[in-house]
């Protein structure tokens, strides 16, 4: 049987000592990352020390703790290692995680029920290129996945105001930009991520905009 850790203790975050070899980076944007897992989540994963309290696993956890003000973290403490053990479990710990792989439909269905219950999936440590292609796994040839009721597109299609276009993942809108009701209509109970303006200065429509411009020159 392999030596199985059988309890968890708490130590001082201060007389716990980093390996001065470790080859792991740890950015103040991920180290922010494990620092707001662990506000979200709670300290779920134990710093891996030695009998002598030096880390073997978990300095980015520490690193968080820091950043947190916490006085204390969990450990569990490897004291069956030899010296090499305790070096190369340093470089697995890191390593062994990183040959694992995703199943992408699963996981791009996953965050995306996570995203429709309003989840902050910053905390999940995925950046935002990688959530668009995640996403874009849930579409096939420009058609979404999920089933639609898409009425049958007319021979001469003519759209009016209030109409919506469904193209893939997007939606546009046949409507007056300067009108709420057209943004209820499109968003329904969503908020938008981004909006891109481009305002009229000076443009003349059937020479409102203008005329009100010069008025205020004047």
């Avoid at 995680?97 to 999936?121: M, Q, R, T, V, Y």
């Avoid at 995640?134 to 040839?141: I, K, Q, S």
């Amino acid at each position: 049987m392999p030596k199985m850790a059988d309890h968890i203790e708490m130590r001082s975050v201060e007389e716990l000592i980093p390996y001065s070899k470790n080859a792991r980076i740890h950015s103040e944007n991920q180290v922010a990352q494990i620092a707001n897992s662990i506000i979200e989540f709670g300290f779920t994963n134990p710093v891996l020390i030695d009998g002598a309290k030096g880390i073997i696993a978990g300095h980015g956890r520490l690193m968080a703790a820091k950043k947190l003000n916490l006085s204390q973290v969990p450990v569990v403490i490897l004291d069956h290692l030899s010296e090499a053990q305790k070096r190369a479990y340093i470089i697995a710990d890191n390593k062994l995680a990183e040959n694992a792989g995703w199943d992408e439909e699963i996981l791009a269905n996953e965050l995306h029920d996570l995203k429709e219950e309003n989840f902050d999936l910053d905390l999940i440590g995925f950046e935002d290129q990688e959530l668009e292609k995640l996403f874009a796994n849930l579409y096939e040839d420009g058609e979404q996945k999920e089933e639609e009721n898409l009425p049958e597109l007319e021979e001469n299609p003519i759209s009016k105001s209030g109409d919506i276009w469904l193209l893939g993942d997007h939606k546009l809108i046949c409507g007056d930009s300067c009108k709420i009701e057209t943004y209820q209509l499109l968003l329904e109970n969503e908020l938008a991520d981004m909006t891109f303006t481009d305002p009229p200065y000076n443009v003349d429509y059937g020479n409102t905009m203008k005329d009100n411009l010069i008025g205020k020159k004047n």
